[in-house]
């Protein structure tokens, strides 16, 4: 690894790493094995931002998190979802990858459900000194709610605004985003999104932060205000992480260029 080298921000969706219609945490093993050893070919600065999955929207709904304060159920999908993060660290570990932990329940402030604050220095750190930090949704402090659901879907966007990622990947369990033909649409623009969105489905799992039109939404914005290029891709088929991890442009591209 280079330090001149870009920064490289990948999400696993917690479709692809857990069983996102069980009731609590189901998650997939050998699907976060096969994931970590695709990750462990790669040699650049990364960033992982992982899902909740099973893990912590079927608890942020039992305690109705999104609607009100519950410091109870808050603590409940905290933990639930921080037990999904020391599986996925100790797989990378397990495959060779020097990931550490950053629950940002610790480090971000949120204002009515959008971060405001996050502590990037010690990422910034870690980044130097060849470690992958692996971040994930996660129920973080509000200054108005009190507390909020943080979505990685949020998480990832901010990171690549104030550390300047080069590329950005969002693994999800489908081919991108897929149009009424379920074939995957190429390039998601401010100038066809209209025309797209009513194409892209709820998740049919419980999902308390918006699911594929929440991260089109939050990619999107990102375009608005940088040149940054994010993919959509399907992480659940084998070698894909790779391949974009490798530079291939996979799945829908949420872009600004030829807008
Ligand atoms: O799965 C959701 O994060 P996401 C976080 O990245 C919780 O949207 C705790 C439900």
Redesign the pocket.
């Known amino acids: 690894m280079k330090a001149e080298d870009g920064i490289t921000i990948l999400?696993i969706?917690?479709s692809v790493i857990t069983d996102k219609s069980a009731d609590d945490g189901a998650a997939k093993h050998d699907e976060i094995e096969r994931i970590a050893t695709e990750i462990s070919g790669f040699d650049g600065r990364l960033i992982i931002?992982?899902?909740?999955?099973s893990?912590?929207?079927p608890?942020?709904k039992r305690y109705a998190?999104t609607e009100k304060f519950d410091a109870k159920g808050a603590i409940i999908?905290?933990n639930?979802?921080k037990n999904l993060n020391r599986f996925v660290i100790n797989s990378l570990n397990k495959a060779g990858v020097n990931a550490v932990p950053v629950h940002p329940l610790g480090n971000t402030v949120c204002e009515n459900g959008r971060i405001v604050q996050m502590f990037i220095e010690g990422i910034r750190i870690m980044l130097e000194n060849g470690f992958v930090p692996v971040l994930?949704?996660?129920?973080v402090m509000d200054t108005v709610l009190g507390i909020s659901?943080?979505?990685?879907?949020q998480?990832v966007p901010y990171l690549a605004m104030q550390l300047g990622a080069e590329r950005i990947g969002i693994g999800s369990a489908k081919d991108g985003v897929l149009d009424n033909d379920g074939k995957t649409v190429e390039a998601i623009t401010s100038s066809n999104f209209r025309d797209i969105e009513k194409y892209i489905g709820a998740s049919e799992n419980t999902?308390?932060?918006?699911g594929m039109l929440?991260k089109v939404d939050e990619l999107l914005k990102l375009c608005e205000t940088s040149s940054i290029t994010s993919y959509i891709f399907n992480a659940a088929k084998n070698g894909n992480v790779s391949k974009f991890l490798n530079g291939d442009d996979i799945g829908t591209a949420i872009t600004n260029t030829g807008t």
């Open positions: 999400k969706g917690g931002v992982h899902g909740a999955g893990f912590g929207h608890q942020a998190l999908t905290h639930s979802v994930h949704g996660d129920v659901i943080l979505s990685g879907d998480i999902d308390v932060t918006g929440g």
